[in-house]
Structure formats: structure tokens, C-alpha cells
Nanobody, 115 residues
């Protein structure tokens, strides 16, 4: 069983920045693809960014150029650096670990972008 614990959410003004962290309960990055998803009220959960075992990344079009996903293998931690935040980025952000058909989720962290 893999446990994922997110942190770093909060309230930020439009144009501001936040960094989310996701700590995994073991050394899983060599096998698991790690990702950040988000879910806004009344909307489906959507992929924001992924980072794969070899370090290649994938982003949703809506965040390209503003968000950066990275990982620290020694700390078993994945990060999401979010810059130039917009009100439409407001959502609960979830960390995900995926290997074949296996999925683990964190509990989520709220990000609110508002003036």
C-alpha cells in the first residue's frame, strides 16, 4: 500500500505562485508514474501534469508554460510549481501514483486563486 500526502495548498492572488508537495511512503518513483490532478466544484477530475520514471513529463494544455512538475527521488517527493495562477486554477489538487492498473491517491489539498 502506497500512501501519498499532499501539502502546500492555500489562498493566493491572481498572478501569484504556489508550490505543492506530495510525499510518498516509499521508493516508488522507479516504477510509478506520478501525477497531479485537480477537481473544481461541479467538474470532473482532470489531469494537470505527470512525470514518468525516466523523468519525462506531460502537461494539460491549460497549464503549459505556467506549471512545472518535478521529483526528488531521494526524498520520495513530487512537486508542482504553479506560477501565474488564475482564478480558473481554483480546485482541490490530488497527487496520484500510477503503475499499470494500480492507482493511489492522496487526500487532496485546496488551492484557491482569488483577489
Amino acid at each position: 500500500q502506497v500512501q501519498l500526502v499532499e501539502s502546500g495548498g492555500g489562498l493566493v492572488q491572481p498572478g501569484g505562485s504556489l508550490r505543492l508537495s506530495c510525499a510518498a511512503s516509499g521508493s516508488i518513483f522507479s516504477r510509478y508514474a506520478m501525477g497531479w490532478y485537480r477537481q473544481a466544484p461541479g467538474k470532473q477530475r482532470e489531469l494537470v501534469a505527470q512525470i514518468f520514471s525516466l523523468g519525462n513529463t506531460n502537461y494539460a494544455d491549460s497549464v503549459k508554460g505556467r506549471f512545472t512538475i518535478s521529483k526528488d527521488n531521494a526524498k520520495n517527493t513530487v512537486y508542482l510549481q504553479m506560477n501565474s495562477l488564475k482564478p480558473e486554477d481554483t480546485a482541490v489538487y490530488y497527487c496520484n501514483a500510477k503503475f499499470l492498473t494500480i492507482n493511489y491517491w492522496g487526500q487532496g489539498t485546496q488551492v484557491t486563486v482569488s483577489s
